[in-house]
């Protein structure tokens, strides 16, 4: 279930994202509608959404000035954030790119496949960066595990070491190492 956060101030506008997004056969969405982006960010505080759907003009505060706050309030976690307005700036366009918005779509050229191709894009982007995190995260593990093993030569802080650090790697609470001994003998013989 995908989360998506409707931060726009007209109730008919909302619902036509919701009526967008329902008629969506490849993802379903779990849906928070609000009219100010201070009541979104305050959401966010206890709920981070995957997907943002922000228009541009809130009573409270600009798209723009939305973006660095979230920015600063969930510095941790990215999310990917849709653009839209009534008016299409380009101005506005690259300013909201380089404020971290991933689209930008005009209102009144909205339909339905460009809305549920952008909130698409943004969901793929969002799984895409999850799993380069994960690779990063595991990458560090392993190093680390290697360090940990080249730092000592003795094999039973070897075997503890890596039991140690490949639960953790691998986030169970049981691992098993086997330690095989061939027979020098056995082995010059084949």
């Not at 969405?29 to 979104?40: A, M, R, T, V």
């Not at 969901?123 to 990458?139: D, F, G, S, V, W």
């Amino acid at each position: 279930m995908t989360t998506v956060f409707f931060v726009e101030d007209s109730a008919e506008d909302r619902a036509l994202y919701r009526r967008f997004l329902e008629r969506d056969d490849r993802y379903t969405y779990d849906i928070y509608e609000f009219e100010s982006g201070n009541q979104s960010l305050q959401a966010c505080q206890t709920k981070i959404p995957d997907v943002i759907l922000l228009d541009y003009r809130l009573p409270d505060l600009d798209g723009l000035e939305f973006l660095t706050r979230l920015q600063r309030q969930t510095s941790n976690s990215r999310i990917s954030v849709i653009m839209l307005t009534g008016q299409g700036d380009e101005t506005i366009a690259v300013q909201a790119i380089k404020s971290g918005a991933q689209d930008y779509l005009v209102k009144g050229k909205l339909t339905s496949d460009n809305l549920r191709r952008a909130v698409h894009g943004a969901i793929e982007q969002m799984q895409l960066m999850r799993q380069l995190k994960q690779q990063q995260e595991q990458q560090k593990l392993v190093g680390a595990i290697a360090l940990n093993i080249r730092q000592s030569l003795k094999l039973q802080d070897i075997l503890a070491t890596s039991v140690q650090q490949v639960r953790q790697l691998l986030h169970t609470d049981r691992v098993l190492l086997y330690q095989f001994t061939l027979n020098p003998l056995a082995w010059a013989l084949s």
